[in-house]
């Protein structure tokens, strides 16, 4: 049946462990839960959570407008049903230092294994959109010490993310990494890198693990898991692929039903009732119905 098999400490534990591997985590996002079970099926190491997708979902931009009960919900749908790390965007941490904490207990307490907080301030932008604002270092450090203090469990990542690149510039960026590891960070998130060289300049200058977005239509080029692995990159995340990947195929759709009046020239494109089913574990779910139904005093 659906739901993980796995405590969320020993997913905690996992991810650890897997990033000081010294090999790289692949981490596709997962729109929602059933996502998050094809991702563990076809056998990648960890599922992400995006605040982007969050809000998309919602029909809302991605300028903050997402509530926390809003990220801790869907973070607790998608970790409950697969046996990866869950990693979640957790944008600022919604408020005040004494916000972020509370964030982080939230996020833990939803069976999340990690999440990245930003230097941004509010109201936050996209990461690869022009017009962000940076805060002070100090601000972000205090943001990053309520974080680190908060935490009950101590495998519980946090991850750093800095957007100062696009706004600063690279030496300006990696001095602000430094501080937030300083801080307490475990991992950091350069946001927007270029190329290779932004990152490989990152890796010389940071000694703990670090995050690589792929995403698409965005600054950074789009680099391949061999391309990461060399320059020492830990953890790669493709946040919004499947939502793109989804709304692209239902567009096309609707569009063919709307001109052509039936949906008879899709069913091809379709994942079928069979494989749907087969994710959703049906025959489990009929069995235990079956136990309960048949059982008798």
Same mark, same amino acid.
């Given at each position: ?141 205090? *943001?990053?010490? %309520?974080? $680190?203090? /908060?935490?009950? +469990?101590?495998? !519980?990542?946090?991850?750093? &993310?800095?957007? @100062? ?10 001095? *602000?990494?430094? %501080?937030? $590891?300083? /801080?307490?960070? +475990?991992?950091? !998130?350069?946001?927007?890198? &270029?190329?290779? @060289? ?13 995050? %690589? ?85």
């Amino acid at each position: 049946m659906l739901n993980a098999t796995t405590s969320p400490n020993a997913k905690r534990r996992r991810l650890r462990e897997d990033l000081a591997s010294g090999r790289l985590l692949r981490a596709p996002g997962a729109m929602n839960p059933l996502t998050a079970v094809l991702i563990q099926e076809l056998g990648f190491e960890a599922a992400y959570v995006s605040g982007a997708v969050i809000a998309a979902d919602l029909a809302l931009p991605d300028i903050g407008l997402t509530t926390l009960p809003e990220v801790v919900g869907r973070g607790h749908q998608i970790a409950r049903v697969t046996d990866l790390p869950t990693i979640i965007d957790a944008d600022t941490g919604f408020g005040e230092p004494m916000n972020a904490a509370r964030t982080v207990q939230s996020l833990e307490d939803a069976g999340i294994a990690g999440c990245h907080l930003e230097d941004q301030v509010d109201p936050k932008r996209c990461g690869h959109l022009d017009g962000k604002t940076v805060t002070d270092t100090a601000t972000m450090v205090r *943001r990053i010490r %309520a974080a $680190v203090s /908060a935490r009950r +469990d101590g495998d !519980f990542v946090i991850c750093a &993310r800095t957007d @100062a690149a696009a706004v600063e510039g690279l030496d300006a960026a990696i001095e *602000r990494a430094k %501080a937030y $590891v300083d /801080a307490g960070a +475990d991992m950091v !998130f350069p946001e927007a890198m &270029r190329g290779p @060289a932004d990152f490989e300049a990152f890796r010389k200058a940071v000694d703990v693990p670090l995050l %690589a977005n792929m995403t698409e239509f965005g600054k950074s080029e789009l680099l391949t898991v061999e391309q990461l692995e060399s320059l020492g990159l830990n953890l790669v995340i493709y946040p919004v692929t499947t939502l793109r990947l989804a709304m692209g195929a239902v567009e096309d759709g609707l569009r063919t039903i709307r001109e052509e009046g039936t949906q008879a020239g899709l069913v091809d494109r379709m994942q079928t009732r069979k494989r749907l089913y087969e994710l959703l574990d049906y025959p489990a779910y009929n069995a235990f119905d079956g136990d309960v139904f048949n059982f008798t005093i």
